[in-house]
């Protein structure tokens, strides 16, 4: 019964991811154990969009370029976006970069032989797609296919012995809990699927949540911890075997949400670049009468209703009332 009135108490709330930077390299967040404060959160005025899942690259001049999913709920599905800072984190630019009217989020960066790729995660659709950045003009170009029919979430790829890995879970009831890895040898692929597949069945410390870190001749894996509820934290694991046969990792660390901000109730992803590491950050906002509008208008567009009554009369969002944060 307590279970069933907090996923209803649940329902009554926006939940609102946002970016946040801050200076601090891997050694020293593992020895502190929490991330430095405060941290400089990317400009976010509207209560109906969030920023989740961001990547980082810091290109020659010392610009930060982060990716990120961008998702309004009245669109009800997302699109990855790039903001270009200063060194002081300080926004100079921030556009769309891919927008295929389907759902998109985790906009892994990849970087090989003085280029810089974006695989973002595009399970909805049941493809992993990659495509080259341009760090000029900050534009995405040249699609490639890696699968087709595979509805892979949170794609993260790791060079170690000789291969190529690619470590994600599978869109369904177990995308937060089993671990699956496929090898090849070049990124691109083509890739065969673990014979250990799925090599982990847990909700803590499972689901990808950002790039392998390598620390000398030490790999640690940040994931996902799924276990109380989505978002808890992160929990960095180092990878003690892997091979065609076998995989085990064991938890190092955990990554809590920072406290002194509004963005302080979940965090399921991290990343870094040098000094600089970036994360996401979850508020709730409480504001039943906005869930049911957004309820009522995704039933009605499922149903074929016509799009421009919903959008004037559903989801007018300077009438929307917004009761209280937390």
């Known amino acids: 019964m307590l279970k069933l009135l907090k996923k209803i108490t649940d329902k009554a709330y926006i939940k609102q991811w946002n970016v946040g930077l801050t200076r601090m390299d891997f050694d020293e967040l593992q020895r502190n154990g929490h991330l430095t404060e405060p941290l400089s959160w990317l400009p976010l005025n509207d209560p109906l969009r969030f920023y989740a899942d961001p990547f980082i690259y810091t290109d020659k001049e010392g610009f930060i370029h982060v990716f990120y999913e961008d998702f309004h709920y009245g669109e009800q599905y997302g699109k990855i976006s790039v ?32 280029k810089i790729y974006m695989m973002p995660e595009n399970s909805k659709d049941g493809e992993v797609q990659y495509f080259q950045y ?13 699968f087709r029919k595979l509805p892979l979430l949170d794609s993260t790829i790791l060079f170690h012995g000789n291969k190529y890995w690619l470590f994600a879970t599978h869109r369904g ?97 991290i990343n870094f670049s040098g000094d600089v ?5 979850l508020r709730r906002i409480f504001a039943p009468l906005t869930q049911i509008r957004i309820f009522i208008k995704k039933a009605l567009a499922s149903a074929g209703a ?17 009761l209280s944060v937390i």
């Not at 903001?83 to 998109?104: E, I, R």
Request: aromatic share 10%.
């Open 134 to 146: 341009d760090t000029t003009n900050l534009r995405l170009h040249n699609p490639e296919t890696i």
């Open 277 to 281: 590491i970036v994360i996401d950050g």
């Open 173 to 269: 009831p177990d995308s937060n809990n089993q671990l699956h890895i496929y090898h090849a040898p070049h990124w691109t692929g083509p890739y065969t699927a673990h014979i250990g597949n799925p090599v982990k069945n847990n909700l803590v410390g499972t689901r990808p949540a950002g790039q392998f870190i390598r620390q000398g001749d030490k790999i640690y894996r940040p994931t996902q911890n799924c276990g109380p509820y989505y978002g808890k934290s992160i929990i960095i694991n180092e990878i003690k075997t892997l091979n065609e046969h076998e995989f085990v990792e064991e938890p190092v660390f955990e990554v809590n949400p920072p406290k002194n901000t509004k963005y302080n109730f979940a965090i399921h992803t």
């Open 83 to 114: 903001a270009k800072l200063d060194k002081d984190f300080q926004p100079l630019s921030k556009q769309f970069l891919l927008d295929t009217g389907s759902h998109l989020s985790y906009p892994n960066i990849i970087q090989e032989q003085d």
């Open 306 to 322: 016509a799009k421009l009554v919903v959008q004037t009369f559903l989801m007018d969002e300077c009438c929307i009332p917004y």
